[in-house]
């Protein structure tokens, strides 16, 4: 993968990247399961690789806080993501994690039509009507299972909430913030998972519901450098909180020049040809879940072709 360097010290890049985390919690005894995420560095590196407007950020980076929720669920070398496909401006994104908490995807459409003045952050009229996908890849398993349902809310956050509902009779709350300045830069992303367990009585769930309805903007409180543990424990402090444990995430794709090359290695002899004749030099290979740019010689296209020939 290849970042693109933010505008800062060498010092604050490992001060920020160290903030970005997931944190796994318990409520009322075990009855609530619950994960945080602490992602504005990865949401920052995110929009600087894909270099996309407030709109898109936004779009990509709820969808990106979403997925990596949804790592708290998993474990070994299981993977997990969603995609929506719709017919509104937004056309579809695509997003994955891992149980590493590494998270990468990306928008069908890199810049988003907009006919006038965003008068605030509903996201609905963007996606339209639609489907919302979600794949497991779990590493005990023959083949990934995939969960379908259509888009009621134009909102990931309420979507994702009901593809576990409905899907897997699981009652969630996902609560995604973005954070932007008056100069349209993100300050602070984050947001919670919250899961109702089997023996949770129901004055209990409507007893949280009232809590998430009075909580302020988690992207507000990040920006204001609140710590993760302090908004949990004060956020749901009637609930007795408990947090287990916590780990990275972080923009991360694990393409790399060698991939790029096997994948060109594997085109037909015709292809491979044209390729060495037409060009266009440098080639440039771009991968599609990070916005990573790779360049390639004739010269090293040449050598890569004669290898894979000769094995």
């Given at each position: 993968?290849?970042k ?21 919690f318990?409520?009322?005894?075990g ?19 894909f ?11 709820q ?7 949804l790592?708290?669920?998993?474990k ?10 719709c017919?509104g401006?937004i ?9 590493f ?19 605030d ?5 963007f ?40 899907s897997?009779q699981i ?5 995604l913030?973005?954070?932007f300045?008056t ?6 992303a984050?947001?919670?998972?919250l ?13 949280l519901e ?5 909580l ?13 543990d302090?908004i ?44 060495l ?8 290979i771009?991968c599609?879940n ?12 040449s050598s ?8």
């Open positions: 993968m290849i693109k360097q933010l505008n800062e010290s060498v010092k604050d890049s490992f001060k920020e990247k160290a903030k970005d985390r997931i944190y796994i318990l409520l009322a005894n009855a609530i399961r619950g994960a945080f995420i602490y992602g504005t560095r990865m949401i920052k590196e995110m929009r600087a690789n270099d996309l407007g407030v709109l898109e950020t936004l779009v990509l980076g969808a990106y806080l979403g997925c990596g929720l790592s708290s669920n998993l070994g070398n299981d993977r997990i993501g969603f995609k929506i496909d017919s401006p056309k579809g994104i695509s997003v994955e994690t891992n149980a908490g590494e998270v990468r995807g990306s928008l069908k459409q890199a810049q988003i039509p907009v006919d006038k003045s965003l008068e952050f509903n996201l609905s009229p996606f339209g009507a639609g489907l919302l996908t979600v794949t497991k890849y779990l590493e005990d398993a023959k083949q990934p299972y995939a969960g379908r349902i259509a888009l009621l809310y134009g909102s990931i956050a309420k979507d994702l909430a009901n593809y576990f509902y409905s897997e009652p969630t709350v996902f609560n913030s973005i954070k300045n100069n349209g830069e993100v300050t602070g984050g947001g919670f998972l899961q109702l367990m089997p023996d949770a009585s129901d004055e209990l769930a409507k007893n009232n809590i998430i309805n009075d302020p903007s988690i992207g507000n409180l990040i920006e204001e450098d609140k710590a993760p302090h949990i424990c004060e956020s749901f402090k009637g609930l007795a909180p408990k947090i287990l444990n916590d780990y990275r995430v972080e923009f991360f794709c694990r393409c790399n020049e060698n991939m790029m090359l096997n994948y060109l290695s594997m085109f037909s002899e015709k292809d491979k040809e044209e390729i004749e037409n060009g266009p030099f440098p080639l440039q771009r599609h990070c916005n990573s740019l790779y360049e390639f010689s004739k010269k090293e296209i890569i072709f004669k290898k894979k020939n000769n094995s």
